[in-house]
């Protein structure tokens, strides 16, 4: 998808609020806003958010003098997901559908790197994440939540690409993961950024995480907040090209690759107005769904549709 206008405010929102996280003084905050002013012009609408967000952290980058703003918070945000992973692990195991609860897990894990001002509010989050009433209410996933579609890929798929989105998530994704390689015997391989940029995962998150201790761990090669083929390495793009079932998490992700032709399935929730828009689904909404457009349609507009076919 390409970059909206409505994309903009939010680049300046996050230029500042990583400034501030590496530590910039005022008149250092100031230098960002006014340098990511005069690069805003030079950018095309026709690129992807995640594209125009690489630009725009690479300039931040130079300015602070910080390559990772967000470190603190990815390593916080690994720690605190970690503590409640014990519980998860039991709420998949004890579930009627080990998969589907993985996958929705997997999904609620993406509110992860979601509006989270202070290490306090990740907490807070996840406590929500875990309580027995916020679990798996089936009003958070209607209309867009395809997991027929979903099952029916998986069983022609020997192997799996899954891309990650966020520190942290990286704990949620290992719930699905563990689901795909030890019940459906997939080979999956992840993969994480291939630099710092906001608060993606990294190699040393997913190790952090344990990924490494079920699956083999790549870097796309970018350092985009999305997975940007133009900038991805051959070793990846071989993988990209080659894969039978493509697991890509996040809105990052989604708006680089919701064009694509691969066999995808965009896992995350619909957090920003212009993926909700995109998508055809409200703000909330967990999704998950293919790049195939009539995937995402809901519930109420399939049946008008079979309706519709059978007036014909």
Request: hydrophobic letters at 40%; proline letters at 3%.
């Amino acid at each position: 998808m390409h970059t909206n206008l409505d994309c903009i405010p939010c680049f300046y929102k996050q230029a500042l609020r990583a400034a501030r996280l590496s530590g910039a003084d005022e008149e250092m905050q100031r230098e960002v806003l006014i340098q990511l002013s005069q690069l805003i012009p030079e950018l095309s609408l026709d690129t992807s958010p995640a594209e125009m967000g690489r630009t725009i952290f690479a300039m931040l980058s130079k300015v602070t003098g910080k390559k990772d703003p967000y470190r603190e918070i990815k390593e916080e945000s690994n720690k605190i997901a970690l503590k409640i992973y014990p519980e998860m692990k039991m709420k998949v195991m004890e579930s009627e559908n080990r998969l589907l609860t993985a996958l929705q897990l997997s999904i609620i894990g993406n509110l992860v790197g979601f509006g989270l001002k202070e290490f306090q509010a990740i907490s807070d989050k996840i406590d929500k994440i875990v309580d027995n009433n916020f679990y798996l209410k089936e009003s958070n996933f209607k209309g867009h939540f395809n997991y027929q579609d979903f099952c029916q890929s998986l069983s022609e798929a020997h192997s799996i690409l899954f891309l990650a989105d966020s520190a942290g998530e990286v704990v949620f994704d290992l719930l699905l993961i563990e689901q795909l390689v030890t019940n459906y015997n997939k080979n999956v391989v992840y993969v994480v950024k291939g630099k710092p940029v906001l608060i993606d995962a990294l190699v040393d998150d997913a190790i952090y995480c344990g990924i490494n201790n079920i699956t083999n761990i790549i870097s796309c090669g970018a350092d985009c907040p999305g997975v940007v083929l133009k900038y991805c390495s051959p070793e990846f793009i071989r993988l990209f090209n080659d894969a039978e079932m493509i697991i890509s998490k996040g809105q990052g992700n989604y708006g680089a690759l919701s064009e694509e032709s691969n066999p995808l399935f965009f896992l995350l929730i619909a957090k920003c107005p212009i993926i909700a828009e995109h998508i055809g689904c409200n703000i909330g909404d967990f999704v998950l769904g293919s790049n195939s457009k009539e995937h995402y349609l809901s519930a109420e507009c399939l049946q008008d549709k079979e309706q519709n076919k059978q007036v014909r």
